[in-house]
């Protein structure tokens, strides 16, 4: 496979707030979510009865988040939980997650947003319930269309004094306050894609384009850089080399590979894409299908639904008009 090396111009940047892009494209039905804060009655309770009463009060809980159905019963469970709340260590998280989230209401309000848009472009869209936790690092999420649990513990960012070991440096840089609605809202969008006819790269890539621009229409003010978990210089890359970054798509020949691993090197989560260079971050296809279907909605008279419901990738991909040119 052909390198190429990518070199980045010296550029000044000047700090500046969240873009508003596309602000009003989908109007917002107003909906209200519930927050449940789990974890202070958890961290409150003085014995494993009153940990067993909070399992019996939260099943669906206990059962998805803290797989209480692989235990005989909740007592045993309950007895854990007391003991891991004990723990100094596990109370060194606690304190770090309720310092970090003293104010859930940003996290509340962006994701009253995507639903309410949701629902305008979905009816039938539900309106989900949402718990927090923190769980000693035993789980960071679970989302369903009526239910999304958050181990808070997972998402205190660098602050944090006890971090996941079994998490990459290069996603841990993601988990967390800045980027915790976008990573449900991104969860929420790809369910809203019908697949492509295809399983090639290409097809591939704009699915996840597609997945990108309905999230980036459902909180307008999220920077590209968090949806896409990338860093002031990783954008800096992309945006400056994208003609390369295509030229060594179309040179390599990988837009049509079917092979799992040649697209996991392009999709998955990596440090860096090294076929292309050892500047081009991880996952940089899902960059270039977003791109991809941005042109698409620019050049075509399409709705965000007639978008998301065609599955013919291919076609979207020749009707977007997409060649990206040298700077």
């Known amino acids: 496979m052909r390198t190429v090396i990518i070199t980045i111009p010296f550029l000044l940047f000047f700090a500046c707030g969240p873009e508003c892009k596309n602000e009003n494209v989908i109007v ?32 669906e809980f206990a059962r998805l988040f803290l797989d209480s159905d692989q235990y005989p019963t909740d007592s045993i469970l309950a007895a854990k939980i007391f003991r891991l709340i004990q723990n100094p260590s596990i109370d060194t998280l606690y304190n770090e997650a309720k310092a970090e989230y003293s104010d859930f209401d940003p996290i509340r309000e962006d994701l009253e947003m995507a639903i309410g848009k949701m629902k305008t472009l979905f009816p039938e869209t539900r309106v989900p319930k949402v718990q ?29 004094t006890y971090k996941p070991l079994e998490i990459p440096g290069y996603v841990l840089k993601r988990y967390n306050k800045e980027h915790l609605a976008s990573i ?37 003010c999220t920077q590209d850089s968090v949806w896409l978990g990338y860093t002031s210089r990783d954008m800096e890359v992309i945006d400056e080399n994208e003609a390369v970054i295509w030229a060594n798509l179309l040179e390599n020949e990988v837009l049509y590979e079917t092979n799992h691993i040649t697209k996991r090197r392009f999709l998955g989560e990596r440090p860096n894409v090294y076929e292309i260079s050892q500047e081009c971050p991880g996952r940089i296809g899902a960059w270039v299908g977003w791109r991809i279907v941005e042109s698409y909605m620019k050049n075509n008279e399409v709705s965000i639904e007639a978008l998301l419901a065609d599955t013919d990738n291919e076609k979207i991909f020749r009707l977007s008009g997409y060649k990206p040119q040298s700077r």
């Open 184 to 220: 449900i809202v991104k969860f929420l969008a790809g369910n809203q894609v019908y697949k492509g006819k295809s399983s090639s790269l290409l097809s591939e890539m704009v699915d996840f384009g597609k997945t990108y621009y309905l999230a980036s229409r459902l909180v307008p």
């Open 132 to 160: 927090t936790t923190v769980s000693g690092l035993y789980k960071d999420l679970f989302i369903s269309d009526s239910l999304i649990l958050i181990g808070l513990d997972f998402f205190i960012g660098n602050k944090a």
């Open 28 to 59: 917002s039905t107003p909906v209200s979510i519930e927050v449940e804060r789990l974890e202070p009655a958890f961290f409150g309770q003085s014995s494993p009865e009153g940990i067993e009463n909070l399992l019996n009060e939260h099943r």
